[in-house]
């Protein structure tokens, strides 16, 4: 009897059965895939979307060149690297495509951060945390805001004229007047609770927390607790504008009032 040598790398190879048929369906996305462009340095959006999204949503990300150092001059640079960035994700088909960063939003400007992302995905719907917000507040009745920041002078003021342009009176404001967005990263969610409680005073309706670096999604509802109003922040309220832009209207116990809020109508960024 002649027994044949075993290809190189099949030794001891008992079954190889190829070509087994398979079923295929809508992914991870079953009922939405969302595109998140994040920025280099951010070190908390990722974790906050996955704490928020629900199961059938997909999220993938794609890290957009950002420099450490938030200044408005930096910020604007981002831009040219919009559509490249979009060019990253992954082949789906996207609902929704997230711009991960507030003061790069007000800087470069609602609708060209989403002209940029449509040159590559001509058809998808775009938002920011800036436009997020705004369809936040509208969908919550809320229109005197406390907004807290991490950022300088600048870009606080510069933020706070946008919002008061789009209809909102901004009549309390609070920073941690930080730039390294590293150090933003890590400012502790007791800082933020307190800083919340701060601003929050009887003067608003409820409190924006801007910037993607700062940790808010899991300490919202608490936190609400104890002020009586909303609050809400860039991650928080981006994550429930791409939930219900792509079509997810259910609501979700545990992040706070917003999330048990459906889309008012629709807003679109502006310049």
Request: glycine content about 8%; proline content about 6%; overall charge negative.
């Amino acid at each position: 009897m002649t027994i044949a040598a075993q290809p190189a790398g099949q030794a001891g190879l008992v079954s190889n059965i190829e070509n087994i048929p398979f079923d295929t369906d809508n992914g991870i996305g079953q009922t939405a895939n969302l595109g998140l462009l994040v920025l280099r340095t951010d070190q908390t959006i990722e974790d906050e979307f996955r704490f928020a999204l629900p199961e059938g949503v997909a999220l993938y990300e794609a890290r957009l060149h950002s420099p450490v150092e938030i200044t408005p001059d930096n910020l604007r640079k981002m831009e040219a690297d919009i559509p490249g960035t979009v060019g990253l994700l992954p082949d789906v088909r996207f609902d929704v495509i997230g711009f991960g960063c507030t003061s790069g939003a007000l800087v470069i400007g609602e609708a060209q951060v989403a002209r940029r992302v449509r040159e590559v995905m001509p058809d998808v719907k775009v938002t920011d945390p800036v436009t997020a917000a705004l369809a936040a507040f509208k969908a919550m009745g809320a229109k005197k805001i406390a907004l807290l920041t991490p950022y300088i002078a600048t870009i606080n003021h510069s933020l706070r004229d946008a919002f008061t342009a789009r209809g909102l009176d901004i009549p309390v404001m609070g920073s941690f007047n930080e730039p390294d967005d590293n150090l933003v990263a890590r400012i502790t969610t007791a800082a933020i609770e307190k800083a919340i409680l701060d601003v929050g005073s009887e003067e608003c309706d409820a409190v924006f927390v801007s910037c993607t670096s700062l940790r808010v999604a899991r300490i919202a509802e608490r936190v609400e607790a104890k002020l009586g109003k909303p609050v809400t922040s860039s991650n928080h309220a981006m994550a429930w504008h791409m939930l219900r832009l792509g079509g997810y209207d259910k609501p979700i116990e545990g992040l706070g009032k917003l999330y048990r809020t459906q889309l008012s109508s629709t807003i679109i960024p502006t310049a």
